[in-house]
């Protein structure tokens, strides 16, 4: 393998044909750029320069190298100003794991928003619950995580991360349409205790399946949950096919099946959705993605608490 300084000194001699030059510009002594040069020579295995009167020129086999090293300095150099400049300037690549719910309804916009404010950035998206994006970005595999917070099941909070709230989101019940309860615009779930029904709910593994259980249970109703899948399309699908009930959030509701009715519960049940990232990794390119988000979320449901629509990372 070639050293970057070797490289550096034979990228020298090429343009200024001289050792003496050579060792000027790089800032070195002319015995310290020869030593690099007979170091390159035994690493290359030939000979690189040859006398040429007061000066030296490249021999064959110099050529070849010295082109190569020129490309691979230029290469460096480019490195190095992509990385200054994501201190100053929004580019990417920037890796954001968010919940399915705001894949499906935020980031098609919100991306959109990005691509035409900043198109040197380049966004990485991959959908996850907030155990698996949390420890992702801990571990530096993201740059932002967008997760949920269930009343009383809050997303987990790593040290040393900084988070700030995307917007809050109410659920409903889904019913099927020929249910009693589906006449009417509101049910208190406290009624659900004698409803008899059967639930649909997302996978054990989550807090989304968690906190509905324990919800229903602090109002007295124990859920019969006979069907475990994770999607609220699919819930909707099952209310609508299978006669279930289902708690679904407003920001996730796809089209509504023909056999499904909608209906608002007190007392009225929500979440929150949060941006997080590492406080130590703020850079431009997480701030325009936190507000792309922000601003996506405020178009789609404006905020109950109208001075959240002004937050913006620290700058």
């Known amino acids: 393998m070639f050293g970057i300084a070797r490289l550096q000194a034979l990228h020298a001699v090429a343009t ?23 170091s390159l020579e035994r690493e290359a295995g030939a ?15 110099g050529i070849v190298l010295a082109e190569h090293a020129t490309a691979v300095l230029d290469r460096l150099a480019t490195a190095r100003r992509d990385l200054d400049r994501l201190d100053d300037d929004v580019v990417g690549p920037v890796r954001i794991g968010a919940i399915p719910t705001t894949v499906h309804a935020l980031a098609p916009a919100a991306l959109a928003r990005l691509r035409q404010a900043h198109p040197d950035l380049v966004v990485l998206l991959d959908d996850g619950e907030a155990e698996e994006t949390l420890p992702a970005l801990v571990a530096g595999d993201l740059e932002l995580a967008v997760v949920e917070n269930w009343e009383g099941l809050p997303a987990p909070a790593p040290a040393r991360t900084s988070r700030t709230q995307l917007c809050e989101d109410v659920l409903d019940l889904a019913l099927p349409r020929e249910h009693p309860l589906a006449a009417s615009g509101t049910v208190a779930l406290a009624d659900l205790a004698d409803a008899d029904l059967t639930w649909v709910a997302d996978t054990r593994s989550t807090r989304a399946h968690d906190w509905l259980i324990d919800r229903l249970r602090r109002e007295g109703v124990e859920p019969r949950v006979t069907c475990r899948v994770c999607g609220f399309a699919i819930h909707l699908e099952l209310v609508g096919g299978a006669g279930l009930a289902a708690m679904v959030p407003r920001l996730a509701r796809p089209a509504i099946p023909h056999g499904v009715r909608m209906v608002e519960t007190t007392p009225v049940l929500s979440r929150t959705v949060d941006a997080v990232w590492r406080s130590d990794r703020e850079t431009p390119a997480v701030r325009a993605a936190v507000r792309a988000f922000r601003a996506t979320a405020d178009a789609r449901n404006p905020p109950r608490n109208p001075s959240m629509s002004g937050w913006a990372p620290a700058s």
Request: charged residues 15%.
């Open 47 to 61: 000979a690189l320069t040859e006398p040429a009167g007061r000066g030296i020129r490249l021999t064959p086999a």
């Open 16 to 38: 200024h044909r001289t050792v003496g030059k050579a060792a000027a510009s790089l800032h070195l002594t002319p015995s310290a750029v020869s030593q690099q040069l007979a």
